[in-house]
């Protein structure tokens, strides 16, 4: 069980790692850098799953999504709410629910790296925190688990 003050930390921690990680993503040429670095990886490590070259859709998509997590992740960094460990969490599932979606339909095995990342933070997000199951909601509040 996580303390109040553990969880903050937690929550901090994980905005820094998904800044880290998805930075490169922000630009297109950052991401060129990016995807070049992956395809080299793949290739080296002989692994199973395809990195296809990106169109301009593709990369539009990639910079959006780099664009928003690194401000959500700058968010978490200057401010680590609990709620907003719970909203990355279950931001995460979706996340994890996709890169499984990619890897069985033949996405490079690289994803799988990022996946255990996304599963791994989503679970220590969810993890209770000491005291907060004891407080009682305001009136007309939403809980957010």
């Known amino acids: 069980m ?3 003050e553990q969880y903050r930390k937690l929550v901090r921690a994980s905005g820094w790692y998904d800044l880290l990680v998805t930075l490169a993503f922000v630009t297109p ?7 070049g670095l992956m395809q080299d990886t793949a290739l080296a ?11 301009p859709m593709h990369m539009l998509m990639a910079n959006l999504m780099g664009s928003i997590v690194c401000v959500w ?8 709410q609990l709620a907003f460990g719970r909203y990355d969490a279950a931001g995460r599932i979706l996340f994890a629910t996709w ?16 996946l255990f990342f996304e599963l791994a933070w989503c679970v220590a ?21």
Not at 29 to 35: A, E, I, K, P, R
Not at 45 to 52: A, H, I, M, R, S
Not at 99 to 114: F, N
């Open 45 to 55: 490590f002989n692994l199973p799953g395809e990195l296809p070259p990106f169109a």
């Open 125 to 145: 997000q969810l993890w209770p925190v000491k005291g907060i199951a004891s407080k009682p909601a305001p009136r007309g509040a939403v809980a957010v688990i």
């Open 2 to 4: 996580w303390t109040t």
């Open 99 to 114: 890169q499984i979606y990619a890897l069985v339909h033949g996405a490079t095995a690289l994803i799988g790296v990022i």
């Open 29 to 35: 040429w950052s991401f060129m850098m990016l995807h």
């Open 73 to 80: 992740s700058v968010l978490r960094i200057r401010d680590p």
